[in-house]
């Protein structure tokens, strides 16, 4: 009888114990997980726990969920938008703090961030000068000394920039033709700053123009096939996400899915799925990856009378610097 009271006993304290370490396994998984992600055990890829942990994370861990050649520049849950310079020199950054938005220019070759008035940019046209496209009267600001001029579009340019509601084709080539520096965006509507030699000290010598004043051509084509059709100088300026970018040196070549070596297609460094390439730093050590508008989707729902759907839940990404190994570089880019 004693015997059958002690196994009894036993049993119970086994089945005590079970659901004790039960209840400690569920109370502690929360944790588990957390601190599994956010040093990069696991779950790195998840969109899941990216949304519910990441921004949650101590601040030092962000960069530990990615792999050594990848380097954190701007965190996740800070980062609003980007624009990369023409040489891959500075990435002008909007981030967000206690949601109060701020700008920055980070210098891509010392890491240091430069504090810059609060401008909406649009796009650089070089390292130094910016460019500020909000319709009739766009602007150009000089950004060593903060000054800002004033540019209107071709259209309002001349009185006789339009004759009868049509563009003055042939006053077009003419001041392109004189111009010293013709600027080719590829941003929005592919317009074209044109800046004359004197533009800093007249600014009325500059103006821009787009696809509403060429009247000709393919839609998404026009402006650069009428700037070569008459033999115009001008440099391009890259739109946002390209889907290639070479490198300074040629040898390779970045892609959303990582870095390519050009002769041969080998695949040198692996790309982060959550991020786009924007293209190499001025060094041509390093490539830079952003989120695309505002980072992948976690949730989708369907829009009423309609087969399309809509992104409900973006999950913030990182903006990343992917560093080339040491191999891959010429002589004279390694220290």
Do not use: H
């Not at 490539?287 to 729902?301: A, K, N, S």
């Amino acid at each position: 009888m004693k015997r059958t009271q002690t196994e009894t006993s036993t049993t119970k304290r086994r089945g005590y114990r079970f659901w004790l370490i039960c209840i400690a396994i569920i109370l502690g998984l929360p944790f588990l997980l957390y601190y599994g992600y956010c040093w990069g055990l696991w779950g790195r890829n998840s969109l899941l726990l990216q949304y519910v942990f990441q921004c949650n994370c101590p601040p030092a861990s962000e960069e530990a969920r990615y792999p050594e050649y990848v380097n954190v520049i701007v965190p996740a849950c800070r980062y609003v938008s980007s624009i990369l310079s023409p040489t891959g020199r500075f990435l002008y950054v909007r981030e967000k703090n206690d949601n109060v938005d701020s700008a920055f220019l980070l210098d891509l070759y010392t890491i240091d961030r430069i504090e810059i008035n609060d401008s909406l940019l649009s796009t650089f046209l070089t390292d130094d000068l910016w460019f500020v496209e909000s319709g009739l009267e766009d602007e150009i600001i000089d950004r060593t000394n903060g000054i800002i001029y004033s540019i209107q579009t071709f259209r309002f340019w001349r009185e006789n920039a339009y004759i009868n509601g049509e563009p003055n084709l042939e006053l077009l080539v003419v001041s392109l033709e004189q111009a010293e520096r013709v600027f080719f965006t590829q941003r929005y509507n592919d317009t074209v700053v044109v800046l004359m030699s004197d533009f800093t000290a007249n600014p009325n010598r500059g103006f821009t123009f787009s696809r509403s004043d060429i009247p000709m051509g393919e839609f998404n084509s026009r402006v650069e096939q009428f700037l070569q059709e008459n033999n115009i100088v001008y440099q391009t300026i890259r739109e946002d996400f390209p889907t290639e970018v070479i490198s300074p040196n040629g040898r390779l070549v970045a892609r959303n899915k990582g870095i390519y070596l050009v002769a041969t297609g080998q695949k040198v460094i692996e790309g982060i799925s959550s991020v786009r390439v924007r293209g190499w730093t001025n060094d041509g050590r390093s490539v830079i990856y952003t989120p695309y508008f505002g980072g992948p989707c976690l949730f989708r729902i369907g829009i009423p009378l309609g087969d399309d759907t809509t992104c409900f839940i973006r999950v913030s990404q990182p903006v990343l610097l992917l560093k080339v190994p040491e191999e891959y570089l010429t002589p004279t880019e390694t220290p």
